[in-house]
């Protein structure tokens, strides 16, 4: 009998420690879904931002390597007559050098 009344006490802590740990847990709950529900909103604007931010500079990317092209099919043009007037200046300075002897 005395067992039996220890068991049931032992049991009755039980069913109580077990009742609080269950409001422990649905407190801490209720706490992560309002802490959720108030930065979901943040992290998905944050989200937005990033993907524009990603799409700007995928423009940018875009417009410099069309510039740099066209910089790059100048700058040969560019490179072809410089050597083109050095090659003619060099035959004029050839021509002069053998006209002034």
């Not at 847990?25 to 930065?39: K, S, V, Y």
């Not at 066209?70 to 002069?96: G, P, Q, T």
Request: hydrophobic share 40%; proline share 1%; no cysteine.
């Amino acid at each position: 009998l005395e067992e039996l009344k220890v068991r049931q006490l032992d049991r009755e802590l039980l069913v109580e420690t077990i009742r609080d740990l269950e409001a422990d847990l649905e407190q801490q709950q209720g706490a992560a879904d309002a802490l959720r529900t108030e930065l979901e909103p943040q992290l998905d604007l944050q989200r937005q931002r990033h993907d524009d931010d990603v799409a700007d500079l995928k423009v940018e990317i875009a417009r410099r390597d069309a510039a740099r092209a066209i910089v790059d099919r100048e700058l040969v043009k560019v490179r072809a007559e410089f050597e083109k007037a050095r090659a003619s200046f060099n035959e004029k300075e050839r021509d002069l050098e053998g006209l002034i002897r």
